[in-house]
């Protein structure tokens, strides 16, 4: 099974800073699907942002950008002018390309974000 | 907006109960997953679902069962519970055709086993 490592427990960000949490990965396929979900103190997981291994241009979403390396097996998320809004848990996510695999994700063990005003 | 609803926020169970954990979505999903949470290990795969009465083992299936006899539904089940099934239990759903879809996920039941 793919292993996906996020070193970073706990970040801290002032508001309107940036911040940038790490993740790497451990897979010998070629193709997969990376992805970083937000746990808000309320629990429900959405999707920040995901990028396609096969793409090389890196994935934005307004102030989340990611820095895909995929030789390095590195994903790791910035996000810009943070806002008190941000504060969650943060989990990095692969998921296989093969549908034999069912499309499962496999996640790391989450990095929890705090803002600070 | 897709919406995947979980059947309890919290659930306070006994040891030996038999417990039922329902997940609902509206988006006709194929794939559903069961996923647990604990601090420090992140989210887990259960069980997940392709389709109707399909069914695939995770990485820590063992103490569970599930069933989907209908599209929209997916229960776990936690056949004689203990105590270290507690844990938070999160839902999610996803189209089947591409891996790269979107996997939605319900508010999550936080269950204890006393």
């Known amino acids: 099974a793919q292993t996906v490592t996020q070193s970073q427990p706990e970040m801290s960000v002032q508001e309107a800073e940036t911040v940038t949490l790490s993740c790497t990965y451990d897979?010998?396929?070629?193709?997969?699907?990376l992805f970083w979900y937000k746990q808000p103190p309320s629990r429900q997981m959405i999707l920040v942002i995901r990028?396609?291994?096969?793409?090389?241009q890196n994935a934005t979403e307004n102030r989340f950008s990611v820095n895909f390396q995929k030789a390095a097996k590195s994903f790791s998320l910035k996000i810009s002018d943070s806002q008190l809004g941000d504060a969650a848990m943060y989990f990095c996510a692969y998921r296989s390309a093969d549908s034999n695999s069912g499309y499962a994700l496999n996640f790391g063990k989450g990095t929890s974000l705090l803002v600070t005003p | 907006d897709v919406k995947v609803t979980q059947s309890s926020r919290y659930l306070v169970k006994r040891t030996g109960e038999k417990v039922f954990l329902e997940c609902v979505q509206d988006m006709d999903h194929e794939n559903m997953f069961w996923y647990r949470q604990d601090p420090g290990l992140g989210l887990r795969l259960i069980y997940f679902?392709?389709?109707?009465?399909?069914?695939e083992k995770g990485d820590i299936p063992e103490g569970y069962s599930v069933s989907r006899e209908k599209k929209e539904r997916f229960s776990l089940i936690l056949e004689s519970a203990s105590t270290n099934q507690t844990s938070m239990y999160l839902c999610a759903s996803s189209f089947l055709e591409t891996g790269a879809d979107t996997q939605y996920f319900g508010p999550g039941t936080r269950l204890t086993v006393l």
């Open positions: 897979t010998s396929e070629s193709d997969y699907y």
């Open positions: 990028q396609e291994a096969y793409k090389q």
């Open positions: 679902s392709y389709d109707v009465k399909m069914k």
